[in-house]
């Protein structure tokens, strides 16, 4: 099948094949069922995001009146220019939601479809990401878990036991200063806010919606003394020198780091390729606050968005039965087989989807690794509010502002609860 793919801001392509006759909007159409219909999808790097023409390839084969072509944007200003497309009437048919915290940014603007009805799987995740006063405006297709990935001929180097399932923040950091030599670090821990903030959050039982955010200082207290102890790399250095988590790990610079399950396609792939060092390693779940959620006869607390499709409000009339259909395809069980498939975590999972995943050439097939993947309570990094992407850029701050050394960590959240009551203002 030949690739089909429309830069950000070609719609010329889409015009073109739109049917005479539609309405320009979602109302009850009276076309031909059967008519060709051709969708567009938002996407983002797509040479190295299979995912995306996966699921199009794949819908294709059972929709042969439907064609899928995929409108590439900057994973960077992906939010932005999808707005912009949508604001100028150009944006695509069917809109990958990247990120949570923005969902509402389209819903309040009017420009996500009510999906209700679109029917998902029994056991699917992420699905109340995406629910704003009971009303469905996306599905789920994966949902990415933050678990531990380690180096496994690094520990035994080092002579360190490797992680059990049993670890709290305090088994890590002492197995991070154990790990650490002149070439190797302990843990790399990428720059992010999720890094510290969304295991604190998650762990803590912490909405952050509340405005109250103390429940940050164990967590940066114990970040920074790793950081103190040469552990792991400084957030400066890291930030200077454009560090990124998969050449850290890849490379071997870090026996271990805190990392999305997203990381595990990265990761074959390049040690496939040999941009990534030939290793051994694992996954285990993520260190726990207290050793009641830690331990394999216990369910680890993580943290994780899902990522999903919602409709364009504005979406011709005969395209909308077609654009339904693809939100079902994706989120059911055999798009689920084909994304573990490659590597990817769906928002469906189940024994079998399991047994696909870990199949995959190159993925690990201990134990404790399928048990990180499989069982955990993810709870949202980004509640699903028109306060969320506010509250997140404060925090943003906060998280720089420590890690940098430029503010005390009681004094920067206290400066980051003042501004979300000043300039965000909570009900």
Known sequence: MNRKILAAGSIAAVAALTLAGCSGDSGESTAD?????????????????????????????????????????DPTEYNTLVTADLAAGSGPDIITQKEVKYVTTFQEGGQLLDVSDVALPDGIGGASSYEVDGTAYAVPYRQDSWVLFYNKALFDAAGVEHPDGSWTWDDYATAAEALATDATKGAYLHNWQSTVQGFANAQTGTDILEGDFSNLEDYYADTLALQDAGAQVDFNTAKANQLTYQGEFGTQKAAMMLMGTWYTATLIAQQASGEAN??????????????????????????????????????DAAKTDAAKAFLEFAASEEAAQLLAGIGITPALTNDAIAETYFGVEGAPTDELSTFAWATHETLPENPTSNKTAAIQGILADLHTAVMSGAEQIDAAITTAEERVKSEVGLD
């Open 278 to 315: 030939d290793f051994e390693w694992g996954i285990a779940p993520v260190p726990q606050l207290d050793d009641s959620t830690a331990g394999t006869d216990n369910t680890p607390v993580t943290f994780g968005d899902p990522t999903g499709f919602g409709i364009n409000a504005n979406i």
């Open 33 to 73: 069922p059967d008519a060709p219909v051709t969708l567009s999808v938002s996407a983002w790097s797509i040479e190295t995001t299979p995912e995306f023409q996966l699921l199009a390839d794949e819908f294709e084969k059972t929709h042969d009146n439907v064609k899928v072509e995929l409108k590439e944007y």
